[in-house]
Every structure is written in C-alpha cells, then in structure tokens.
C-alpha cells in the first residue's frame, strides 16, 4: 500500500466550478500535512498546510481528518490558472522526510 | 525568501557517461537536502538525504554507488548520476531545509535524458 494515496484525475472543469480532491495517508503517526501544486516540467510549490481545524487560504480550503487519515482540498470559483497537478504531501517528524502523493490533475477550461 | 538554485535545468548525456547535477542554497545554511526522482505522470520519490559534513542515507532500492551524493558544505550539494542508462531518464530535484526557518525550499529541477 502507497503511504500518500489520490486519485490520478484528471478533474476537467468549467471555469468558476468547484472541485474537490481526496488524499489518505497510512502512517497513523504522521503529524503535519500540506498540499503543494505543481506545474508541468517544475517544482513542486506548495499551496498550504492542512490543520485539524481546516484552513482556507481565498478560494482554497483544506481539511484533514486524523481518525480516517484523510486529506481534502477544495478550491472553489476555479480559474484557468489553477490548471496544474495537485500533490497530497505528509511530513515524516521524526526525519523530515516529505512524502508525495501521485498528484492529481486539474485541468480548467474555459 | 530562500532561493535554491539547481544546474543544470536539463541535459542530455550517452550511455555510460556521469552526470552531476547541483543545488546551491543562495541566501541560507542548507543542513538536510533531499533529493527526489519523478518518472512522468509519477509522484516524487525520494532517493536520499544527506546532511552537511556526513554521508547520505539513501532510500530502499537506490543504488549508492551509482547515485553519488556529496553534501560538503552548507550551500552546496551534488548528485551524481554515474554510468548513466536510458532508464535513468528523469525528472530530478532537490530540496533543502535550512536550520533558521520550518520551510522546505525546491530547486528548479534537472530532466536528464540519457541516450
């Protein structure tokens, strides 16, 4: 079993839709967790951390529920812009070690 | 804010030959670098971290001898891709984490095409 799971996508959407992307982790130890975006041919940025309590960042909002080890991102009012790969990322504590999703993939249309 | 800057962005190299890839940390002290491998429509995967003055641990499955690691000072660590194949082709990337601030700074990247 992968440690960071999502689905692939792609997500193909209307300009101004709302999207929701899933990610679960296995290692019930995990402590801090993020979504970084990434664009085609480059490195990987990240987007935000995700906290028990939820966060929103504008039109982002991430959720993370440590009982089902599960991460949510949800952008609303979807730009063309937005268009990118979106990667579920768990911090390792004890060695730092930032664990990759696969990342999925957002296409917007107009 | 911190800037890693990584060379080259791409190269292209024969079958057998070495290749060094660099990342230079420009405005912090860089004590841990990952190192990370992406095959096209596949996560990052990490290869091995190192810290500054010791040798790298290196990820199950990953060759240290062919995937050389030198992490000498706080601004600079080298991989180094030895006897290169074609199934080595790919998408590598460093990130460092400096010991004044929580954040993980990437490098631009380098696509290695081995032919």
């Known amino acids: 079993r992968k440690e960071v799971e999502q689905d692939p996508g792609p997500f193909n959407v209307p300009e101004g839709a709302t999207v929701a992307f899933n990610c679960t982790y296995s290692?019930?130890?995990?402590?801090?967790f993020f979504w970084y975006r990434q664009d085609c041919r480059k490195e990987p940025k990240l987007l935000m951390s995700?906290?028990?309590s939820g966060n929103e960042d504008g039109r982002f909002t991430a959720q993370l529920n440590r009982a089902s080890q599960y991460i949510s991102l949800l952008i609303r009012d979807s730009k063309l812009s937005d268009s990118a790969t979106y990667l579920c990322?768990?911090?390792?504590?004890?060695?730092?070690?930032?664990?990759f999703g696969s990342g999925t993939r957002l296409l917007v249309r107009p | 804010g911190a800037v890693v800057s990584q060379h080259p962005s791409w190269v292209i190299c024969k079958s057998g030959t070495s290749v060094k890839i660099e990342c230079r940390s420009l405005?912090?002290?860089?004590?841990?670098m990952f190192w990370y491998r992406q095959f096209p429509k596949q996560s990052l995967m990490l290869m091995a971290t190192s810290n500054e003055g010791s040798k790298a641990t290196y990820e199950q499955g990953v060759e240290k001898d062919k995937f050389l690691i030198n992490h000498a000072s706080l601004t600079l660590s080298t991989l180094t891709v030895t006897s290169a194949h074609p199934e080595d082709s790919s998408f590598y990337i460093c990130s460092a984490l400096g010991a004044e601030s929580y954040g993980y700074t990437f490098g631009s990247g380098t696509r290695l095409t081995v032919v």
């Open positions: 290692n019930s130890a995990s402590q801090s």
């Open positions: 405005d912090f002290q860089a004590t841990t």
């Open positions: 990322v768990v911090l390792m504590d004890s060695s730092y070690k930032l664990i």
């Open positions: 995700v906290y028990s």
